[in-house]
């Protein structure tokens, strides 16, 4: 298992934006966002990964892991 599949990603669809906002809370702020839910899925994750390779890469501690046994794709 890589170690940002350990995280919970939340993608939902956001009224007042009128798009997908994807995040994945207590690895990083902000995330990524489109028209598009499985494509700002597959960026999630890219983010996710790079977020980790940079954090190992700067000798920076890893934020503790969110239970992530399944990952969230939800429409609001």
Do not use: N
Not at 10 to 34: M, R, T
Not at 43 to 72: D, F, H, N, R, V
């Amino acid at each position: 298992m890589k170690t940002a599949q350990r995280y919970a990603k939340i993608v939902a669809w956001s009224d007042e934006d009128q798009c997908f906002i994807g995040s994945c809370p207590g690895l990083f702020y902000g995330g990524c966002h489109g028209k598009d839910e499985k494509h700002v899925f597959s960026e999630l994750c890219e983010i996710a990964e790079a977020s980790i390779a940079l954090s190992i890469k700067s000798g920076k501690p890893l934020p503790s892991e969110q239970p992530a046994e399944k990952t969230t794709l939800t429409k609001y």
